[in-house]
Structure formats: C-alpha cells, structure tokens
C-alpha cells in the first residue's frame, strides 16, 4: 500500500477518535445537568410530602381548637339546665346540648379521618426519605463516573493530539492539502473504503477502471462523486482447511 494512503487511513482513525472525544466531552455537562434535575425532582417528591403533613398537622390543630370551643359551650349548656325554670327553656337547652355533641362527634370523625392520613403521610415520609437518600447515593455515583470520565476522555485527547502530530510529519504536503480540503468539505470524513464496486460512503457505483486503480492501494484515488480518498481492503485469505 501507498505510505501515504496508509498513513491517511490511520489519520481519519485518529480524527474520528478525536472526534468522538470531544463530543462526549461536550455531552457531560448535559449529563451533569440531568443528574441536578433527578436530585431536584426527588426532592421535591419528598418536599410534597412534608406539604402534606404540614397541611393535615394544621388542619387537626384548628379542629382540635374548634373542639375545644364546642366543649365549653357544651359544658356551659349543661350547667345552665340545671338553673332552667321552665320547660321550654330546658327543651332549648336539650337542643343546644345535643347540636353541640352532635357537632363534637362529627370533629372526632374528622379527626379520626386526620389521624389516618397522618399515619399514611408518616410513611409516605420515610419512603420518600429513604427514596431520596437512595437517589442521593446513586447520583453521587455517577457524578463521580462522569468527573473520571472527563478527566480520562481529555487525556485521551492529549494522547491522539501527540500521535495526530507525529503521523502528520510522515505524511507528503500534497496529500496532506487533499485530505485536510476533503474533510473540511464532508465533516471530517476525508477517506471511504471501496468496496464491490461502491464508494463505502455515498454508495455511488464506480467505474471498473476506477475501481481497479483503487483496489491496488498504490495512489491516492478519489470518489467521483462525493471526493473523498479511496482506498481498498483485501478479502481475509480463507482458513486453511484440516485436509489441506
């Protein structure tokens, strides 16, 4: 093969590597980003619940008042049935006796009702706080991945950028001019295989004496159509059989 051409091939290898180093560089802080967003939709979950129980906390303390208000005029009602004198006084006060514990009863409902919602909200809670410690660790986690992996991706950067430099040095000017011309046209991607006949990139038929001169590797070749440096990899030799 062509010095030139393998060296080319070798260099897209390494410009798409570089590539896809810097786009995953690029996609980390939206990753980052979604890891805040989690954290923040778990804490609000847990924050809707401590809502809750502070709404029904409040809600028994104003029954619990109200209560305490019936009672009182409750136990006024029954002092002043024994101070009646006549009968239709006492059958005002029997009605405003039985109005007011009819009315505490239908607190105690409500109360009892309360009490269980508290109870239900008191594990909702715990589930909600152990959800979010859960989340808290498993975001931790994979914060930590993405820290590595930012760290690990630049050096990789570094390491295709030093070797991008040496190969580069072995590569003639005038070769050099075409891909840098191609893969500034056709967004990185300066070199396709050919391959039965076929530009392995934009898939146009070649001509046979095209597709001839390629597959010998000895040239720098390009697509017709879509410009880009051609080259060819020979089938794999088969495996020799047991007889032969």
Known sequence: MLPDLEHLIHLQELDSA??????????IPGSQQALEARTAARAAELQAVKDRIAVTTASRRDIEKDVAAVQTRLSKYKDQLMSVKTNKEYTAMQHEIATAEGLVRSYDDRLLELMEAGDQEA???????????????????????????KISQAAELE?????????????SKEAMDIYVRVAHGRRGVALAEARDGLCGV?????????????????????????TRILYHVPPAAPAPTAQS
């Open 202 to 226: 934009c898939h146009v038929r070649m001509r046979p004496q095209a597709y001839n001169q390629v597959r010998r590797n000895d040239s720098i070749y390009q697509c017709e159509s879509c």
């Open 18 to 27: 570089t590539e896809r180093a810097r786009r995953r560089i690029a996609d």
């Open 159 to 171: 390491r295709l950028s030093a070797e991008r430099a040496d190969l580069v040095s072995t590569i």
């Open 123 to 149: 594990a909702d809670l715990k589930a909600a706080e152990a959800a979010m410690k859960a989340e808290q660790a498993q975001i931790a986690r994979e914060q930590q991945a993405l820290d590595q992996e």
